[in-house]
């Protein structure tokens, strides 16, 4: 909805342009004002999206006031006079409509004038779709798909990818590789966890991480405690503070992977004729 002021001096020229407007919709509210102060005061108060304004007018002209204004302002001129013509696009006018102007012309007019409102919300909406991503990249955690690792004379890159679990005591943590690489790095592995993605590695106890691919499966010792068994043929510990965010990611998987074998089997029997 548009908020539409109507600056000129002469009662007249505000009716008619009031009563052309009254035929449109899509108006939320149409003022008027017969000077530069009150233009100034219904700018300050209303905050139009457009403003049909004449040059000549008491005290400050159109162009002046158009100089003063919010340059997001859509301003529509309706003078007698062709001389400003110039002044007003240099201004960035909308329209220039002469005096005594036909319905047809005005209605051109504002036509452009909400076509140039609207194209500024599309703009402002792009600019505020852009600024939300940079927001958002700015604080989306980037986690580390390689790791440095410092030794004697080099510096080694290990990707993230190789590693099947990871050990810890102290400033230190061994990197457990598929390849049965084991590399010493100097990090603690609380620091570590936080530079890994959680989709891909999970904390099972205060010395170790595991990779959640490598899990193969979970054993319950008879003193109560856990251990988790690698596909690698790996054991280590499970914390019972740890244990149930693993189950619910194993939960997690073993849902979607029960709905994947739901579909397939339905599909199966679409198939051979069953259902």
Known sequence: MLKVLIADDERIARDIIALLLSSQS????????????????????????????DIQMPGTTGIQLAKMLDPSIVIVFVTAYDEYAL???????TDYLLKPFEDERFFTAW???????????KTDYVKLAELMNLIKDGIQK??????????????????????????GAGNYVELHLFDDRVI????????????????????????????????????????????VVLKSGDALTLSRSNKIKLNELLNETNSS????HKLEAS?????????
Not at 87 to 93: D, G, P, R, Y
Not at 111 to 121: C, G, H, I, S, Y
């Open 267 to 275: 599909k199966a029997a679409k198939i051979a004729g069953i259902s």
């Open 257 to 260: 992977s029960a709905e994947v």
């Open 111 to 121: 036509e452009r004038a909400q076509k140039k409102v609207l194209d500024k919300v």
């Open 184 to 227: 010493l790095h100097r990090e603690t592995l609380t620091v570590l966890e936080e530079q890994l993605d959680p989709a891909l590695f999970i904390r099972i106890h205060r010395s170790s991480i595991v990779r959640l691919s490598s899990l193969q499966e979970l054993q319950s010792n008879a003193n109560g405690d856990y251990t």
């Open 142 to 167: 980037n986690y580390k798909t390689r790791l440095l690792i410092k030794e004697p004379g080099r510096i080694r890159l290990i990707d993230v990818e190789q590693i099947n679990f990871i050990t």
């Open 26 to 53: 899509g108006i939320e509210t149409i003022e008027e004002a017969k000077d530069g102060v009150q233009v100034l005061e219904k700018v300050q108060q209303s905050r139009p999206d457009i403003i049909f304004m």
């Open 87 to 93: 002044a007003a696009f240099e201004l960035n006018a």
